[in-house]
T-cell receptor
């Protein structure tokens, strides 16, 4: 079983749409959680950390459900520039495991 | 934040040869890791580079194939030994504080003929 599982997509959405990505993780003892963004042929970059209380950064909202071992990312009012692959990342005792990524295509 | 420089950024190598990738971080960091990203796939953790001691390898990766050095808190190398076409991939160095955000180098794109 993979450490981190994501729907690979692609999600094709029009500009202005709201889109949600989900991720599940296998180790209930995992300590911290992140969403990273990776553009084509570029390295991953941190989008946001994920906390149990949920956190919001502009159009982006991340949530963690420890009981269900589930992480989500919500993007509101999608922009063309949001097109990328979104990677769910789990920190297990200072090892970072990446999901397969969910590809988002925002179209005009 | 940390700025990570990797070199080479890309290389084309012959089967059976070895290539060493260097990773330099602009500040002292606790954690350094090496990842591999094959075309169209996500990142797979190869190993944790431990300062002054042997690296900790993930399942499926061994020291003889991927020897790693980390002589200090800002520098690490990954060697891909006895290369085959299956080793063609992007190799990414990453670093960060314990429990915090991971930063990545731009990657080293390796093609093995």
């Amino acid at each position: 079983r993979k450490e981190v599982e994501q729907d690979p997509g692609p999600f094709n959405v029009p500009e202005g749409a709201t889109v949600a990505f989900n991720c599940t993780y296998s180790n209930s003892a995992s300590q911290s959680f992140f969403w990273y963004r990776q553009d084509c042929r570029k390295e991953p970059k941190l989008l946001m950390s994920v906390y149990s209380s949920g956190n919001e950064d502009g159009r982006f909202t991340a949530q963690l459900n420890r009981a269900s071992q589930y992480i989500s990312l919500l993007i509101r009012d999608s922009k063309l520039s949001d097109s990328a692959t979104y990677l769910c990342v789990v920190n297990d005792f200072n090892k970072f495991y990446f999901g397969s990524g969910t590809k988002l295509n925002v179209k005009p | 934040s940390a700025v990570i420089s990797q070199k080479p950024s890309r290389d084309i190598c012959q089967r059976g040869t070895s290539l060493t990738i260097q990773c330099q971080v602009d500040s002292q960091v606790t954690m350094m890791f090496w990842y591999r990203q094959q075309p169209g796939q996500s990142l797979t953790l190869i190993a944790t580079a431990n300062q002054g001691s042997e690296a900790t390898y993930e399942s499926g990766f061994v020291i003889d194939k991927f020897p790693i050095s980390r002589p200090n808190l800002t520098f690490s190398t990954l060697t891909v030994s006895n290369m085959s076409p299956e080793d063609s991939s992007i190799y990414l160095c990453s670093a960060g504080p314990q429990g915090g955000e991971l930063f990545f180098g731009e990657g080293s794109r390796l093609t093995v003929l």
